[in-house]
């Protein structure tokens, strides 16, 4: 039976949209191995850049995708994207981006740090437009459907975000049952598909058939996947030697690999961290020196309940078994990691993971701490690796609030009495002792300084914090321990001194505060240093990871400039093609389009911050946001299409109205009613319940596109193609500015932002139909 020729274009546009977000998530996991993780960012201004490309094409090409003969045209359109899916991700594995190592995973950081001086620009450069592709012809895709089917938009669009949200959904059962690079080749399912019932719903059966074969080719590659054949491998990872790797497993967080350099096995996190597998004497002989992860063990007594968060291979959870502490909660939200060690290492003598009492907890620390039954008696957090790319993606676009002021002071009401919380951060250890002093004094503590240690020797900087006042006896345990260890006058700050002298005022008192709205510690001048380290005029040795960041949102800045002059002004030249040179006010057309790209990214961020906490868990809360958003965006997509005509406008403002009421609830009453009323609930509880409080404002952000597009008169549809590419862009630019203003002045910053961008657009639907009408 031939299907109808609209469902086929409807259905692909679901498949072409889940293949796309498939396909950028693969992008993000693979960057973050075969580049440095800071690079992972790189798939959405490629996503977007390659999808602006493609909707200018058809823009100044309206020939490319006609009205007659739509459904053939977009076929071929489909199998492009898949077949460009495939050669991507085989370059991307197969090409040396960075300077490749036979040494040891010893310097991550030091590589890390020079990131771009290690990277490979020829092969970089061949790579880029090569990724853009796949982009390209999705874009081009959505422009065509869009254009000449105008008057379904509605359905249209609506598939395209239900199909986005369940790609969202299926990544991560995806990611645990094949390896990374093999994602793609669901990916390229997906558009054959399309493809397939394309052809049909035409009559070109010929190529109907072609296009299920190819489809079939790719469904037996993901059957043999799943019985664990590895078809497509990294050959070349940034920061070391690949030839070393004896295991991999990928997770949606990271790849987790085991790398054996003859002189200690390590659990690599993608490339930008290493955590020591403990086997024997030996390993935990050279760990125990690092005072930073073993000294809190020596202030206590076992038993005792001991939280180690981020805990990684377990390095500091085997430190705790060798002071005799046996009941031990092991946190990390990448908990695969336990499994690998315990599964691949079950005979070692020392094994963390296979002896004790260990507990493994998958969660976000704070989240684990904050769900305990009973107190703890120690907390600790040791260098978390937020340099990873699930860490940078984090910093992004949901922050690790494991360090904030807030964190403290759940973690003070989570430990017992006589309880002592040692976290590290290296040079950042100031800040954190400084979150602490303010989480006591929240708590009516006037003379916080009495209740933290700071910690500061030649080798390393860490600080341990009470909450009551620490005694002469404690502190003399603690010098004496850390002096025994061959560091001569540990402490920066001594808990007992009596009167608060103007360094400790420094200290606590003075500086960056981390909080849960701004968790950064950005301070002026970080974009001028970026561009030194750009342009290789210099580096900041203070904060190199926060240079880093900011030379990556400089990279982003460039980009988004470039691509603004591509998007905005080359259609310009060009609209004679689109039969736009009489076609009035197409500004406002552009400008509404441009304030939806901005807004919907931007809020959609700031929600996933917020929502962090209360999922428990950065990846689920990232799932939850994005799928209830689509989906629910796609159905108010589709309702909008039903909409008659002289309803419109009318229409348009009440959602965007509505918009604005549910996105200031959302932002300010919904997130605080939740942690105070249902933050110790069950997991899947909490799930479902952001799912309940996303619905209604995803539903109504998804109509103002479709409703604002079918104001447009037909004379005036070939703008549709430059309002998608301009709509891209500004997604781009949204996402740039929101991590700009959270990051110096707060999400709630950020959050009113967009609602203000709302605003403009609840302004300029008035005049959406002027376009194409001559004045006077």
Not at 34 to 47: D, G, I, R, T, Y
Not at 198 to 220: H, K, P, Q
Request: net charge positive; aromatic share 10%.
């Amino acid at each position: 039976m031939r299907p109808n020729p609209l469902r086929a274009v409807t259905a692909t546009m679901f498949l072409i949209s889940a293949s796309l977000v498939l396909f950028e998530l693969l992008l993000t996991r693979l960057f973050g191995v075969v580049l440095f993780a800071q690079f992972a960012h790189l798939a959405l201004a490629l996503a977007l850049l390659g999808i602006g490309i493609g909707s200018v094409a058809q823009h100044i090409w309206p020939q490319l995708l006609p009205k007659e003969g739509l459904e053939k045209r977009l076929a071929w359109v489909c199998i492009g994207q898949s077949l460009t899916m495939l050669v991507a991700v085989v370059c991307v594995v197969s090409f040396p981006l960075t300077e490749q190592y036979d040494s040891t995973t010893l310097d991550f950081a030091r590589r890390g740090g020079k990131s771009h001086e290690l990277l490979e620009f020829a092969w970089f450069a061949v790579l880029l437009p090569i990724l853009m592709l796949p982009f390209a012809f999705a874009g081009l895709g959505f422009a065509g459907a869009f254009q000449r089917r105008k008057q379904y938009i509605g359905r249209l669009y609506g598939s395209d975000l239900v199909g986005g949200g369940v790609a969202a959904l299926a990544f991560i059962p995806l990611l645990a049952a094949l390896a990374g690079p093999d994602v793609v080749f669901c990916s390229a399912l997906f558009p054959l598909v399309a493809a397939v019932l394309l052809f049909t719903s035409v009559g070109e059966r010929r190529f109907a058939l072609g296009s299920f074969g190819a489809a079939a080719l790719c469904g037996l590659t993901l059957i043999a996947g799943s019985f664990g054949v590895e078809v497509l491998k990294v050959r070349f990872a940034a920061g070391y030697s690949e030839s070393d790797v004896f295991y991999t497993r990928w997770t949606p967080l990271t790849r987790l690999a085991l790398h054996d350099d003859g002189k200690r096995v390590k659990v690599l996190l993608d490339n930008s961290s290493a955590s020591v597998v403990v086997r024997n004497k030996q390993d935990l002989k050279e760990l125990k020196s690092h005072v930073d992860r073993a000294t809190v063990y020596a202030l206590h007594d076992p038993p005792a309940r001991v939280a180690v968060l981020a805990a990684s291979a377990g390095p500091e959870v085997a430190i705790a078994q060798s002071f005799g502490f046996t009941h031990v909660d092991a946190v990390d939200i990448a908990e695969e990691i336990g499994d690998v060690v315990s599964t691949q290492f079950p005979d070692a003598p020392l094994n963390p993971y296979t002896h004790g009492d260990t507990n493994r907890i998958k969660a976000d620390g704070r989240a684990a701490i904050l769900h305990a039954g009973e107190p703890y008696d120690i907390i600790q957090m040791v260098h978390a690796n937020l340099h990873s790319n699930a860490g940078l993606m984090a910093n992004a676009w949901s922050p690790s609030l494991l360090e904030t002021t807030e964190a403290f002071g759940t973690y003070l009401d989570r430990l017992s009495d006589d309880g002592t919380i040692s976290f590290a951060r290296g040079a950042n250890t100031t800040e954190l002792a400084r979150a602490a002093a303010v989480a006591l004094l929240e708590r009516g503590v006037e003379d916080p300084w009495h209740y933290i240690a700071y910690v500061k020797t030649r080798a390393t900087r860490f600080v341990l914090i009470k909450k009551r006042p620490w005694t002469k006896a404690e502190r003399d345990r603690l010098v004496d321990y850390i002096e025994g260890e061959g560091y001569k006058k540990p402490l920066a700050w001594d808990p007992t001194t009596e009167k608060l002298t103007r360094a400790g005022r420094r200290l606590f008192l003075q500086g960056v505060v981390l909080t849960d709205d701004r968790p950064y510690l950005d301070r002026p001048g970080l974009f001028q240093a970026a561009w030194k380290y750009l342009v290789g005029g210099g580096k900041s040795s203070r904060t190199p990871y926060l240079v880093r960041v900011y030379a990556t949102l400089l990279v982003q800045i460039i980009f988004a400039c470039v691509a603004g002059v591509l998007f905005l002004f080359l259609p310009l030249l060009f609209r004679d093609r689109a039969g736009l040179r009489k076609v009035s006010h197409v500004w406002v057309g552009l400008g509404y389009v441009a304030c939806l790209g901005y807004a919907y990214l931007a809020l959609e961020t700031v929600l996933i911050h917020e929502l962090v906490l209360f999922v428990g868990h950065p990846t689920y809360a990232v799932t939850a946001v994005i799928l209830v958003m689509l989906l629910f965006s796609g159905l108010g997509s589709i309702v909008a299409g039903r909409v008659p005509p002289e309803r419109l406008t009318r229409t348009l403002q009440l959602v965007l109205i509505a918009v604005l009421v549910l996105g200031f609830i959302q932002g300010w009453v919904v997130p605080p009613a939740l942690k105070a009323y249902a933050l110790g609930l069950p997991v899947g509880v909490r799930l479902v319940l952001t799912g309940l409080v996303l619905a209604p404002l995803g539903f109504v952000m998804g109509m103002p596109f479709p409703l604002g597009m079918r104001l447009l008169p037909d004379a005036a549809a070939g703008i549709i193609p430059w309002a998608w590419a301009i709509n891209g862009w500004m997604s781009v630019v949204g996402s740039l500015v929101t991590v700009i203003l959270s990051r110096n002045y707060g999400y709630h910053y950020a959050s009113t932002a967009a609602l203000v961008t709302y605003g403009i657009a609840l302004g300029l639907a008035g005049l959406l139909r002027r376009v194409g009408r001559r004045d006077g």
